[in-house]
């Protein structure tokens, strides 16, 4: 159980590309997703929590109108990167849980998606 | 915030043999203990975790212990083998979100 999937699992694009991934989870209701980004041999760095319905919280330093997050239903939230450059060149990875209170509860992870933007 | 220190970075031990990594927070209020073990390009996996009214917990080869009133918190992994190969994570988590340690790169050697 709590299988999360994410696409696509791998981008390639040109500069000034926006890029949409989505994350869903199958088998439960996720009312809590969260989406990280990993750079090489680095840990992973939370960009932003998004509850369903509700408008996305994002940590310090990760703007808001370049990683647009849309978390509409109970199985799926969406990453969009808009005009992507290749500094955004990144593994994101997503997660859900599927509790409200999620402070102490394990999260399950996206296959991640592997952006290059050229 | 929360600030999780991971130690070491690199290990390298010879199969059979046992393999321990160290993490330490910062914020008293953290509850929440899993660890991940994430294999080159995949998704983190979650590997066993421990709740703070507990102070160790085990399941097969993999254990976590838990010293609350040092705030540190180790992952053994005994009779190592060669699929344990990959990069183990620790996290914390209070009222809030998981924060992750560096990360430990685990090599085990046939």
């Known amino acids: 159980g709590a299988v999360v999937s994410q696409h696509p699992s791998w981008v390639i694009c040109k500069s000034g590309t926006s890029v949409k991934i989505e994350c869903r989870s199958l088998d439960f209701q996720a009312t809590t997703m969260f989406w990280y980004r990993q750079f090489p041999k680095q840990s992973l760095m939370l960009m932003a929590t998004?509850?369903?319905?509700?408008?996305?919280?994002?940590e310090q330093g990760v703007e808001k109108d370049k990683f647009l997050i849309n978390h509409a239903s109970l199985t799926l939230s969406t990453l969009t990167v808009t005009s992507a450059h290749p500094e955004d060149s990144s593994f994101y990875i997503c997660?859900?849980?599927?509790?409200?209170?999620?402070?102490?509860?394990?999260?399950?992870f996206g296959d991640g998606t592997r952006l290059s933007i050229l | 915030g929360e600030n999780v220190e991971q130690h070491p970075s690199t290990l390298s031990v010879q199969e059979g043999d046992s393999a321990v990594i160290k993490c330490t927070y910062s914020d008293s209020a953290s509850n929440y203990f899993p660890w991940y073990k994430q294999e080159l390009g995949k998704r983190p996996q979650l590997i066993i975790d421990i709740r703070s009214n507990v102070g160790e917990k085990k399941d097969q080869r993999i254990a976590v212990t838990l010293n609350k009133t040092a705030k540190h918190f180790s992952l053994h992994i005994t009779e190592t083998q060669p699929e344990d190969s990959a990069v183990y994570f620790c996290a914390a988590s209070g009222y809030s979100t998981l924060t992750f340690g560096k990360g430990t790169m685990l090599l085990v050697s046939p």
């Open positions: 998004s509850n369903e319905g509700s408008k996305a919280t994002y």
């Open positions: 997660s859900a849980t599927g509790l409200l209170d999620y402070s102490n509860q394990p999260q399950h």
